[in-house]
């Protein structure tokens, strides 16, 4: 006999599951009407097997959202081996040309939907006014409103028109949080109308099919996270905003939620609250995780917590993005090199930064966010590379006796080792050049000679290389 209110519940539900084709359970689920799965890293290795894998799911049902979280930059999951080809936010806002982020987008877009990706769970359209972000940072166009309110709306366009259904993030402002809430339960102690709305209406403004939660505490708005919070997700996003797409929760596994109310009540309270599409997966990626929020779902409506129309309205939204993504017409190809050409133009550049092929390149790697993963980065190739401290500096200066002399940092203002390290380098090395490929937001006074990437990405370091060899 079927079960119609279990039925609704999986049209609500986007796993994700671990290896590079399709297991079985997840086959078997979305022939029965699950709503869509999130795929990661781990589950592309190359172009044509993600194809293959997004071919086999659709087969089982074309309505199957199939999502991905590539935004380019510092978060790529279709080139996780090798690093993207196109560059973040943050580089794009440095750029600030409208029209090239919404033809990198437009390309981006191209990739997504040759491989069968529906839904791309991007841009961020965070403010990162707070410098001190841990998960923000550079995948935010910037620091000011109206530049990340533009940049916002101009990716979306380019996604779009490229068949592919873009995601606004993190409703309603995650960039003025000094945690990470896959870790803790962030605070955004400023009122979002005083800047972190604007990116999101601008995202309206230009159609976008999807926004995303963000698991943070808004003490201006609600006392309790927005993900979970009705007056936030209805009041704010629904009725004053006027948002009528798809709203999708960030991972419920994030320990800002996991912490809290616990992933099987977070999934009801975000339902009850105005989320449609209920993301898990990131870390707990088994069928059980499924079963268990499936149940919990229905126990909610037949207890009368979660009402059945309340159910209905969230598994209509997530039919009609698939509906809407069926609709659109074959991108066109995909120009990898205007990535290239957007780090180019976003790189900052001062001092004397030539240094000729037998220079020794130093790597300091800090540990990456969850959100970013392990992806490959820096500036190739690497004579010595340091990934916690202690940092050997006086064999960094011994290699480095009579040749030209780079290190390469990401987030020097968020990590006293590498300062410390820096520092000791300069007081030796005045010469050398520190290039920044994260935030650009703690050159040392003594860095004379100074290239700023805007982030991670290979092309960001593919352009740093070439100022460094002119």
Request: hydrophobic share 45%; with cysteine.
């Amino acid at each position: 006999m079927s079960d119609p209110i279990g039925a609704l519940a999986d049209r609500c539900l986007l796993p994700g599951f671990v290896g590079t084709s399709v297991p079985g359970w997840v086959r078997r689920r979305a022939a029965a009407g699950l709503g869509g799965v999130v795929l990661y890293g781990r589950n592309v290795e190359s172009p044509g097997q993600l194809a293959e894998l997004t071919r086999q799911l659709h087969a089982e049902r074309p309505e199957l959202l199939v999502a991905i979280d590539e935004e380019g930059g510092d978060v790529t999951r279709l080139e996780v081996q090798t690093g993207s080809s196109y560059p973040g936010n943050l580089a794009l806002g440095a750029a600030d040309d409208v029209g090239l982020t919404r033809t990198v987008a437009a390309a981006m877009g191209a990739e997504l939907a040759t491989a069968g990706i529906d839904l791309d769970l991007a841009p961020d359209a965070d403010v990162n006014s707070n410098p001190a972000n841990p998960v923000i940072g550079v995948r935010s166009f910037g620091a000011e409103p109206r530049l990340v309110a533009a940049h916002t709306a101009a990716f979306i366009e380019g996604l779009q028109g490229a068949g592919v259904a873009a995601c606004a993030k993190h409703f309603p402002g995650h960039g003025d949080t000094s945690t990470d809430s896959h870790l803790e339960l962030p605070v955004a102690a400023a009122d979002p109308h005083q800047g972190a709305l604007e990116p999101f209406r601008a995202a309206i403004a230009a159609g976008v099919q999807s926004i995303m939660t963000a698991h943070i505490l808004v003490p201006t708005l609600d006392s309790v996270p927005a993900t979970l919070s009705r007056r936030i997700l209805h009041g704010l996003l629904r009725e004053e905003l006027g948002f009528q797409g798809l709203v999708i929760t960030d991972g419920l596994e994030m320990r800002a939620i996991s912490d809290g109310v616990g992933i099987a009540e977070g999934t009801v309270q975000a339902l009850i609250a105005g989320c449609d599409a209920l993301c898990i997966g990131g870390g707990l990626a088994e069928e059980d995780i499924v079963d268990r929020l499936r149940g919990a779902i229905v126990e909610a409506v037949r207890s009368g917590r979660l009402s059945e129309a309340r159910l209905t309205e969230a598994a209509g939204r997530v039919d009609r993005l698939a509906a809407w993504r069926a609709e659109q017409r074959p991108a066109p190809a995909a120009d990898r090199q205007v990535g290239l050409e957007a780090a180019r133009r976003a790189l900052r550049v001062d001092g004397q930064v030539q240094v000729g092929r037998g220079a020794l390149v130093v790597q300091l790697r800090p540990g990456s966010s969850i959100a970013v993963g392990k992806v490959s980065w820096g500036i190739a190739p690497a004579g010595l590379t340091f990934d916690q401290p202690p940092v050997a500096v006086e064999e960094v200066l011994r290699q480095a006796a009579g040749r030209g002399l780079v290190v390469v940092v990401r987030d020097l203002h968020r990590h006293p080792w590498q300062a410390a390290a820096v520092e000791a380098v300069l007081a030796r090395r005045p010469d050398a050049v520190l290039v920044e490929m994260g935030l650009p937001a703690g050159r040392p006074e003594a860095a004379h000679n100074y290239i700023a990437t805007q982030g991670a990405g290979r092309v960001n370091g593919e352009a740093a290389l070439e100022r460094l060899l002119a």
